[in-house]
């Protein structure tokens, strides 16, 4: 017998201990801890890998609670045969449950620029840089001054993992993430909360646009399909663009005008 299996030999002559299991979750619950302990205390290129390693977990841990949150799926319905009569130009159409919101043609449309429709504001105020970012001291002796707190509205989408505090360099407060804007349409004169899908432009800076930083007069991408607009073709419109109307950091909501 090989000298490192007497572990395991005992286990099979005798079983384990009668408090083994415990131990065994116990264990796992302070390595949670531990974990913690190790990523605030290490430095240089371990912390690195570290933070790296510990990222791609986090990500893989999102997909997993999506993939477990997602009820629908792309699969085809199994066809039990229609309970009316169906018309000639629709026999031959495959009934497939719709697994996300967006389509194709929204995907197509996210690539046209967003100048293509008169704006209701053409011209906004310029911000300072000390107006959007508030300088976030770090170190041991508070000398470092590479982070920043965003102080105005983003926009953080359902996959959005964030990176480790220590890592992070623009942090947005979550008091100021917000995923629904209050949209108006022109020619109906009424106003519906439609959920943001992102941020096309914003008329300060191609970085706050990277951002997702929302400010007066942005141009947002929202989703209509709860409006039932359709296209002279037939086919659902998914998306359409908005330009944001007031200042949401002050009103603590997004108000915007939908572009027809």
Known sequence: ?????????????????????????????????????????????????????????????????KAHEEKQSSEKKVDTGPKHAVPSFLMDRENVDRAKVLSNTLKQKRKEKAGKWD??????????????????????????????????????????????????????PMALRFKKAHVTHPELKTTFCLSIIGVKKNPQSRMYTNLNIITKGTILEVNTSELGLVTPGGKVIWGKYAQVTNNPENDGCINALLLV
């Open 1 to 65: 017998m090989p000298q490192n299996e007497h572990i395991e030999l005992a286990r099979k002559r005798y079983g384990f201990r009668l408090d083994h299991f415990e131990r065994l979750r116990k264990k796992e619950a302070r390595s949670v801890h531990k974990q913690s302990k190790f990523l605030q205390k290490v430095t240089g290129k371990r912390a690195k890998l570290a933070q790296r390693a510990r990222y791609q977990e986090k990500v893989e841990m999102q997909k997993k609670i």
């Open 119 to 172: 704006v209701p504001i053409t011209k906004v105020k310029a911000l300072q840089e000390d107006q959007m970012f508030q300088v976030v001291k770090t170190g041991k002796r508070r000398t470092a001054q590479w982070k920043r707190m965003i102080n105005k509205v983003s926009f953080v989408g359902e996959n959005f993992t964030r990176k480790a505090p220590k890592y992070e360099r623009f942090i947005r």
